[in-house]
Each structure stands twice: as C-alpha cells, then as structure tokens.
C-alpha cells in the first residue's frame, strides 16, 4: 500500500462533495508529513481507517515515530484526542471511566475515562493485563462502554490508534485473536531508508522539536464534517460481484492454507471490502478494481491469521502467506 495520487484540480465526479472531503484528507496526510519522514503506507492507512470508523494497530521497534504519527494526525484533525499509556497496573476503569461518589449531594455520579474522545492513542497496548486490554472490547466494537449496568455512547467519529513493540517481549501480554480482529489495520513502520533517516537528523538540527508540533507549523486541516463527507463519498463506491467474489475467494484460501492454523473469518472479508473501497476512493474512483484488493489485503489480513507452529520455526511469516494466496487466487477480468 502506498500514497494514493492527489486528485488534479479542477477533477469533477459524481461523488459531488466528495471532491472537498478527498482534497481535505489530502491536506491532513501533507500535515502528518511536516512532523513524520517516510511512513507512507501508515500515514495512508490510518486516513482508510477514519474512512472506514476502523481501529488501527500500529507495530514497529521504538524510535520509528510510531506515538508521533498519531499525535501528528491528532494535530491535524479539528477533533478530540486523548493519550492513555499502557502499563501493567492499569485498571479498567482507568479507560472506560467509573462511578464516583459526589458528598454534596449524597449520590454516584459517572466520571468518564479517557476513552471518551474522537481519536485514543493506546499506547504501547500489549503492556497491559488482558482484564483492561479487553476494557476496549465493547468500545471498538459498539462504540459505548457499559459501566454499572448502564451503556454510555462514546462520541462519533471514534477511534483506537494502538501501538505495539514487535520485539521486547518481557513483561508484555500478547493481544488475544479476539482483539486483533477489532482492528481494522495492522501497520507496520519499518525502519527509516538511509536518506529519509538523514531528513530526520537534518529537521532536529534545525530545531524540530517532537513534543511542540504546534511549532512545527502542524494545523487543524480537517474535521469531523469532512470525515462524514468522505464516508458518505465510500459508501456510494460501487462493488461488482466479481470483487465481492474475488475477496472472498482470497479469505478462503486462507483457511485452506498448511502453514495456517487460523484463516481469515468472514469479519475479516468485510474488512477488506471496506478498506478496498475507501483506497479506491481515495486513488479517485468510485467504483473497486482488484488491484485495490491487493493493495489493502496485507494491512487488513495480516493480523487475522495464526501461523501453524511448524511453519513459523521455517521461517513463514503472516505476509508470505497472504502474498502466496493473492498470487494463486485467480483475478477477475
């Protein structure tokens, strides 16, 4: 997955409005750029995920701007944004909010956690017991949280950016196959090229200071209106049933796959349909093709899956497995 093109000037559809809400998202990722070098495929994917009201995994060593791309996106959007970092004496109740007694008037009154906001930034999620992992549960799912027997909508839109450490296992708590499947996307930010790394140490020299993104020249450049545009603009992108069928046949084959324990679950088809019509959106079409397909099926998939133990001690990763599949399954024409 990378960069969709920008939409030329001047371009008319009949996604109407559309064409505002497509120039808006294009401004938010040039935003993002005046903070993060490089990460084009995880700046693009949490853009599909707004689009889709998906959540977002992002995995990567520390040090790859993992918390800045969020705080960057955060900076971007004419929205609300709250950060919770995740450690293992983290209570349920310190995400979803709880019931404080009020001495004034003798009664309990609702104290709402910080998962009550437009954008959570999880950070470092696999830090933290599964009893508050799973405190994010209903809310990714249902959007509300119940506490006290009593559901509590959160606000709309609503999304989890989380972040992960792929390689510093001690004192972490993997993520159950029932969360990862709340997630939309999976990204994963590899480490920078030898020229984009040069771009970073050239912006610190400068003065480029992470933790003040305001002076970075970071500016609100979309919102809550244009996000509602832009999701009505992908709800009118057509799907033909051949795509519909190709997408299926691609989750399929991973339940028939010998190096798969666990193949993509029929959740996981509706979410390459979703992310494939919002790329197509954005590369300014309104109707899906199979190469947007192909271009979302790693980041939606890869996380869906679970490797047979034999085949991860050969060497086969969840990416070579997905790449096999879209290479046998056959292309509609």
């Known amino acids: 997955m990378s960069a969709p093109p920008s939409v030329p000037a001047g371009t008319t559809e009949t996604l109407g409005n559309g064409d505002t809400a497509r120039a808006s998202l294009e401004a938010l990722r040039s935003e993002i750029a005046k903070a993060v070098v490089g990460q084009d495929p995880a700046v693009t994917g949490l853009v599909v995920a707004l689009l889709c009201r998906g959540h977002v995994l992002l995995e990567g060593v520390p040090g790859v701007a993992k918390t800045l791309l969020v705080r960057a996106l955060a900076a971007s959007l004419e929205l609300d944004t709250k950060r919770v970092q995740f450690t293992p004496d983290l209570m349920p109740s310190d995400v979803t909010g709880s019931l404080v ?4 008037t003798a009664e309990f009154s609702f104290q709402p956690g910080p998962v009550f906001t437009n954008l959570l930034l999880a950070d470092e ?3 933290t017991p599964p009893k508050t992992q799973s405190s994010l549960l209903e809310a990714m799912e249902e959007r509300q949280v119940t ?4 559901p509590r909508a959160l606000p709309d839109p609503f999304l989890v950016a989380a972040t992960q450490n792929p390689v510093e296992f001690e004192g972490t708590y993997p993520l159950p196959e029932a969360q990862l499947d709340r997630f ?8 920078p090229s030898r020229d984009e790394e040069i771009s970073v140490l050239t912006r610190h020299s400068t003065g480029f200071n992470p933790r003040d993104l305001e002076s970075a020249g970071i500016r609100p450049v979309a919102g809550a209106a244009d996000l509602e545009a832009a999701r009505d603009a992908v709800a009118r992108t057509k799907v033909s049933p051949e795509i519909a069928g190709y997408v299926v046949d691609i989750c399929r084959a991973t339940r028939e796959s010998p190096s798969l324990s666990l193949g993509v679950s029929p959740r996981g088809a509706t979410a390459l349909l979703s992310t494939s019509r919002a790329w197509a959106w954005l590369t300014g079409r309104d109707y899906v093709i199979p190469d947007d397909v192909k ?11 679970q490797l047979r ?3 991860e001690m050969e060497g086969v990763t969840p990416d070579s497995v997905i790449t096999a599949v879209l290479a046998h399954v056959p292309v509609p024409r």
Not at 101 to 104: F, G
Not at 184 to 191: I, Q
């Open 101 to 104: 007694y009020d001495a004034r």
């Open 125 to 127: 999620i696999n830090r």
């Open 147 to 150: 506490v006290d027997g009593t």
């Open 184 to 191: 939309l996307l999976k990204l994963t930010m590899p480490l």
């Open 295 to 305: 271009a979302l099926a790693l980041p939606t998939l890869r996380h869906r899956i």
């Open 309 to 311: 133990p034999e085949a």
